[in-house]
């Protein structure tokens, strides 16, 4: 069965601290990995997306790591600002019958505290 | 532009009324999404349109009816709901679902009250 987990469910930072949320997939056949920042009552935005052979992708703050070999990803996020207060969303593309078939995880409530 | 944009923003409707969610994208993008998401909880596919056809249909009860107009346009068309439709309904759309590595464009999404 097609599934993504993500630890932790919530965290609380201090502002500025850094900070890593874990993604651990169970998906076949492998398309691709995302990770989503979801603001409360808003529709996710795109942070990175990787494929198999792809081990790191940057976006500004946000860094993404990805194991294919584990199926494990990691987001990491430096110098967090109170506007990163929001859920991370690991999301794992499938391959089906042509279609690409997205795999939610549950996400990490992130809140950060000045 | 890169934006998706969902019409309303906030509906209340009984469950009787029949309304309509609107979804625009001017990205020349062929696929697009309707997803349904409670509270706390990750969006749940419930269609998908692909080349302004309807490719798939997660099984969705016969009271959401989606309709794709044209390549830029999707609508989800509502009628006689229940409460616990109640939720936020996200549109998105992507270059094609067929590729490995398109990505998919979330709108605001539309929250929605069902009375």
């Known amino acids: 069965k097609n599934q993504v987990e993500q630890s932790p469910q919530s965290l609380i930072i201090l502002e500025g601290k850094n900070c890593t949320l874990q993604?651990?997939?169970?998906?076949?056949?492998?398309?691709?990995l995302r990770w989503y920042k979801q603001d409360t009552g808003r529709g996710p935005v795109s942070l990175t997306i990787?494929?198999?052979?792809?081990n790191t992708k940057s976006n500004g703050r946000y860094t993404a790591t990805l194991d294919a070999d584990t199926k494990q990803s990691s987001l990491h996020i430096t110098a967090s600002q109170l506007s990163d207060s929001a859920s991370y969303i690991c999301?794992?593309?499938?391959?089906?019958?042509?279609?690409?078939?997205?795999?939610f995880g549950a996400g990490t409530r992130l809140a950060v505290h000045p | 532009d890169t934006e998706v944009t969902q019409t309303p923003k906030h509906l209340v409707m009984g469950m009787t009324n029949k309304k309509s969610l609107k979804c625009e994208q001017h990205?020349?993008?062929?696929?697009m999404y309707w997803y349904k998401q409670k509270a706390k909880k990750p969006p749940e596919l419930m269609f998908v349109?692909?080349?302004?056809?309807?490719?798939i249909n997660e099984s969705v009860p016969s009271r959401f009816s989606p309709e794709c107009p044209n390549s830029s346009l999707l609508n989800l068309h509502l009628h006689a709901l229940q409460p616990e439709d109640s939720a936020l309904y996200l549109c998105?759309?992507?270059?094609?679902?067929?590729?490995?590595?398109?990505?998919?464009?979330f709108g605001p999404g539309t929250r929605l009250t069902v009375t």
């Open positions: 990205m020349g993008h062929r696929a």
């Open positions: 998105a759309s992507s270059h094609g679902p067929r590729t490995g590595s398109y990505e998919q464009y």
């Open positions: 993604c651990n997939y169970t998906v076949s056949p492998f398309s691709n």
């Open positions: 999301v794992v593309s499938a391959r089906s019958g042509g279609y690409n078939k997205l795999i």
């Open positions: 349109y692909s080349y302004e056809k309807l490719s």
């Open positions: 990787m494929t198999f052979s792809e």
